[in-house]
């Protein structure tokens, strides 16, 4: 049984077992913990240096709707600052707003990455919830409920979700972030004599440097202590393109961007982002300290980093 399917069948197993409506099929499990179906997608394993890997996509409906209009566009893009992990995009085929995250699994990362990833669904879960119905749909759309085999649940916040919710934000209250000294010791190891970091600030609990790049001017901040209104504690990354101004980047764009950043073709792991901030192009990741694993923040950021000097693309 490959890691995928190994996956899938963990997540059908510990679903059914707290009473959640689950349908499986061969590479796909959709549940509901409420009105909101999440898909978590495995692919057939392939080779990629040298190694089998599987795609693993994880998408919760949001919102239902035509295309987006650029008014539509630039209000979800305004909603992702309240999200953490997953990015808002278009899916045109269903007519759906999602949420979406896309990581690698295969043999040799399987005995931790299936704990960040059955983790990291509850969370996209819960935030979907928490944007749907705290939020509200913008005009024109609804919210994107669906009958689940037990029929549509409209309890919002019940069960192990709320459970999730809880140990999150309980894990985000202890006075020592995870993510200190060593783990942001690799970020900075990354950047390396290229960036120019801010003086004055404890480097072990937060960078702030800016590094021109092939003609490219960008501004990286990571906090280890960043207080989240919902989740608590944790790690932000955020990478601006300080060159590349949102009067030049449509919302439309950005959608765009993040459909792109939530299927892409090659082994890479596709956490977090495309947003405005301080007026720029900006690529933002929350991490909560629950979802700490030894050496995550050095992965994440080679991602985002690659992610950034993508090139003119963003211009």
Not at 59 to 70: N, R, S, V
Not at 153 to 176: I, L, P
Not at 246 to 253: F, L, M, Q, R, T
């Amino acid at each position: 049984m490959n890691p995928g399917e190994r996956l899938l069948d963990q997540l059908e197993n510990g679903l059914a077992r707290d009473s959640h409506a689950v349908s499986r099929n061969d590479r796909s499990i959709d549940w509901w913990s409420g009105p909101l179906r999440q898909r978590i997608t495995a692919s057939k394993p392939y080779e990629s240096v040298d190694i089998e890997v599987t795609s693993v996509h994880i998408q919760t409906d949001l919102f239902k709707g035509p295309a987006p209009t650029e008014e539509i566009a630039k209000e979800l893009v305004d909603l992702s600052h309240t999200g953490d992990v997953g990015a808002i995009f278009y899916d045109e085929k269903e007519g759906l707003y999602k949420l979406g995250t896309r990581l690698t699994l295969h043999e040799q990362n399987f005995n931790w990455m299936h704990v960040f990833i059955c983790r990291l669904a509850f969370l996209q879960n819960s935030t979907t919830l928490r944007m749907a119905f705290a939020f509200g749909a913008p005009e024109g759309l609804s919210v994107a409920e669906s009958a689940s085999p037990k029929g549509l649940n409209r309890d919002k916040y019940g069960g192990t979700v709320a459970e999730f919710a809880k140990a999150v934000r309980t894990s985000g209250s202890s006075s020592a972030s995870p993510w200190r000294g060593k783990e942001l010791g690799f970020i900075k190891e990354i950047l390396g004599d290229r960036a120019s970091f801010e003086a004055g600030i404890d480097e072990t609990k937060q960078l702030c440097a800016t590094i021109k790049n092939d003609g490219r001017t960008f501004k990286v901040v990571a906090d280890t202590e960043t207080k989240h209104p919902f989740w608590g504690g944790g790690l932000t990354i955020l990478i601006m393109l300080t060159n590349t101004k949102a009067a030049s980047v449509s919302g439309k764009h950005v959608l765009e961007m993040n459909r792109l950043h939530c299927t892409p073709v090659d082994a890479t792991n596709a956490t977090g982002f495309w947003l405005f901030a301080e007026g720029d192009l900006a690529h933002f990741l929350f991490l909560p300290n629950t979802l700490h694993l030894p050496a995550l923040a050095h992965i994440v950021f080679m991602e985002k980093w690659g992610l950034a000097n993508a090139g003119s693309f963003y211009e």
